[in-house]
Antibody, heavy 120, light 108 residues
Framework: EVQLVESGGGLVQPGGSLRLSCAASGFTFSSYEMNWVRQAPGKGLEWVSYISSSGSTIYYADSVKGRFTISRDNAKNSLYLQMNSLRAEDTAVYYC?????????????WGQGTLVTVSS | SYVLTQPPSVSVAPGQTARITCGGNNIGSKSVHWYQQKPGQAPVLVVYDDSDRPSGIPERFSGSNSGNTATLTISRVEAGDEADYYCQVWDSSSDRYVFGTGTKVTVL
């Protein structure tokens, strides 16, 4: 059974940093591209970042470019999101999601999410 | 940047048909995927590649895509279909994934 479990969320002050993790199991993690998607309270889904299966190709939403860094450790079956210079508008539930196959493909499995709250 | 526009809400009586549109410039040239999200839960894929259904998704869910509009159709609506629905595409011109604005489906 495919499982994605996020962790690392919490309360952080504006300007602070946080590192999210996503532990994957039930599939060959190193063969799949992965994404982070977030959802602010009461708002819609917003794509955050993409990483290829090898980690060689990375994309970011304009809203986080230069502040967030996506990475992965295929040996540990783990996906990460390093978030720096956090702002109030980064407050959201962050989901990791598996991309089925190829850029124009779909997100077939999602984790349950981890809540990040940026507030003083 | 590429924008996907959905109606904020759709209301439908049980047993009737709900149609949720997703508008985007020449969206017919892209593969459109649809997600259902119930309160407090992660999104679930209900239609992919415009009109295909993942295993476990009822045949009542179907999709189409042409011109500037993609549509998710829910036939014989049930109370359990009440949720938020999002369309999604890959924008190759900007290397970005894009989600629609979301539609809340209310079953009357």
């Amino acid at each position: 059974e495919v499982q994605l479990v996020e962790s690392g969320g919490g309360l952080v002050q504006p300007g602070g940093s946080l590192r999210l993790s996503c532990a994957a199991s039930g599939f060959t993690f190193s063969s799949y591209e992965m994404n982070w998607v977030r959802q602010a309270p009461g708002k819609g889904l917003e794509w955050v970042s993409y990483i290829s299966s090898s980690g060689s190709t990375i994309y970011y939403a304009d809203s986080v470019k230069g502040r967030f860094t996506i990475s992965r450790d295929n040996a540990k079956n783990s996906l990460y999101l390093q978030m720096n210079s956090l702002r109030a508008e980064d407050t959201a539930v962050y989901y990791c999601a598996r991309l089925y196959s190829g850029y124009d493909s779909f997100l077939d499995y999602w984790g349950q999410g981890t809540l990040v709250t940026v507030s003083s | 940047s590429y924008v996907l526009t959905q109606p904020p809400s759709v209301s439908v009586a049980p047993g009737q048909t709900a149609r949720i549109t997703c508008g985007g410039n020449n969206i017919g040239s892209k593969s459109v995927h649809w997600y259902q999200q119930k309160p407090g839960q992660a999104p679930v894929l209900v239609v992919y590649d415009d009109s295909d259904r993942p295993s476990g998704i009822p045949e009542r869910f179907s999709g189409s895509n042409s011109g500037n509009t993609a549509t998710l159709t829910i036939s014989r609506v049930e109370a359990g279909d009440e949720a938020d629905y999002y369309c999604q595409v890959w924008d190759s011109s900007s290397d970005r994934y894009v989600f629609g604005t979301g539609t809340k489906v209310t079953v009357l």
